[in-house]
Nanobody
Framework: QTQLVESGGGLVRPGGSLRLSCAVS????????VAWFRQVPGRERELIAC????????NYRNSMRGLFSISKDNAESTVWLRLSQLEPEDTAVYYC????????????????WGRGTQVTVST
């Protein structure tokens, strides 16, 4: 059974940066795709970015391109999401999710989920 554990969230001021981590166990990242989603209460989960088993990045949110960056290290079995130039509207719970091999845009296609990490952007 694959498990994902997020970390790195917290309180950050507008304009600041954070790096979120997703530690994966039970699957190897060379055969597993990991995506980052975020969710605000009352709204659907929003796909931010995903990285395939072969390391190709797929940043789904064009408005976030250049501000959010996804990367991974197969040996460390960890996927990171770098958040830059954060604004209050980026406040959300950030989740990592996984599925075999390649990325898809539908959250329902991801069978494995972490519990999330809270990111709060505020003065």
């Amino acid at each position: 059974q694959t498990q994902l554990v997020e970390s790195g969230g917290g309180l950050v001021r507008p304009g600041g940066s954070l790096r979120l981590s997703c530690a994966v166990s039970g699957s190897t990242l060379d055969q597993y795709a990991v995506a980052w989603f975020r969710q605000v209460p009352g709204r659907e989960r929003e796909l931010i970015a995903c990285i395939n088993d072969n390391g190709l990045n797929e940043n789904y949110r064009n408005s976030m391109r250049g501000l959010f960056s996804i990367s991974k290290d197969n040996a460390e079995s960890t996927v990171w999401l770098r958040l830059s130039q954060l604004e209050p509207e980026d406040t959300a719970v950030y989740y990592c999710a996984g599925r075999p091999r390649f990325c898809l845009g539908d959250a329902k296609k991801y069978p494995d989920w972490g519990r999330g990490t809270q990111v709060t952007v505020s003065t």
